[in-house]
């Protein structure tokens, strides 16, 4: 079994849950955020494109379709080399401390990987210092709303993978002790995560999945559930979706 076909339980539960697991693999869920990313882009994929956090460059390769100006960053050495075959320009790295220079690129992608950074607020103002003025940050995070807690919990220090029932919906104190290992985000939050900085937001949403796991295995079931919870992205239930989906533009030098 190959790494990018083995579950998480049979490679590293300890990396798991401190750095998530990147996609490993194309399906429509990728295909769909894909399209969101693109469409937010507004033409900046086609300029200089930073994936922060691009684990084994799933997305660094349908991006590097549109420009040849593509950096791929990722803290985890390992799934660097598994990345290099999508870029030419790699950097192993930490999120708050990018060595990268000021004003470099038109377009960010954080994708599913603010919450597992140990300074949030700082990786914002590093990807902003990277940002043209101009240049637009499209961020995918985990919002609290959604019932499950799909990173895992630790229970009596042994960590257990997998969607957990209702633990984000726990006081943040006691939330936070069965999942010291991953943030997660109200629409407050990441409010206050821009907060004086200079940014214009120019969408903000919450998304649910494309749930192919389900599909693959019910397929009628599972596409019913995914037409039902994609629809109810268009009304106030969204509040219970998988993922934030933030487009910020810089508006100006801080």
């Not at 991006?63 to 598994?82: A, P």
């Not at 494309?210 to 919870?229: C, E, Q, T």
Request: charged share 25%; proline share 6%.
């Amino acid at each position: 079994m190959s790494p990018q076909e083995a579950p998480p339980s049979v490679r590293n539960l300890d990396k798991a849950a401190l750095r998530g697991e990147p996609s490993y693999v194309w399906r429509d869920g990728q295909e769909r955020r894909l399209a969101l990313i693109l469409e937010a882009a507004g033409g900046r994929q086609k300029q200089a494109v930073l994936v922060n956090g691009c684990g084994v460059g799933t997305y660094l390769f349908r991006l590097g379709k549109f420009t040849e100006n593509i950096v791929g960053l990722d803290i985890e050495f390992e799934r660097l080399q598994q990345a290099k075959i999508h870029a030419e320009h790699l950097v192993n790295a930490r999120g708050e401390d990018l060595p990268l220079s000021a004003e470099r690129f038109d377009l960010v992608l954080s994708h599913e990987v603010l919450e597992h950074v140990q300074d949030d607020r700082a990786v914002i103002k590093e990807i902003l210092r990277s940002l043209k003025p101009g240049g637009r940050l499209v961020l995918f995070c985990p919002n609290r709303g959604y019932p499950f807690e799909t990173h895992g919990f630790y229970w009596r220090g042994v960590y257990h993978f997998g969607n957990i029932p209702l633990i984000n919906y726990l006081p943040r104190a006691w939330r936070d002790r069965l999942a010291p290992h991953v943030n997660v985000y109200t629409r407050r939050d990441l409010t206050r995560l821009f907060s004086g900085l200079p940014v214009r937001v120019i969408k903000r949403t919450i998304i649910f999945g494309a749930y192919d796991n389900i599909i693959a295995r019910h397929p009628r079931f599972g596409k019913s559930l995914r037409a039902v919870l994609q629809w109810l992205e268009k009304t106030p239930l969204r509040i219970f979706g998988l993922s934030h989906f933030w487009v910020v533009e810089k508006t100006s030098l801080e």
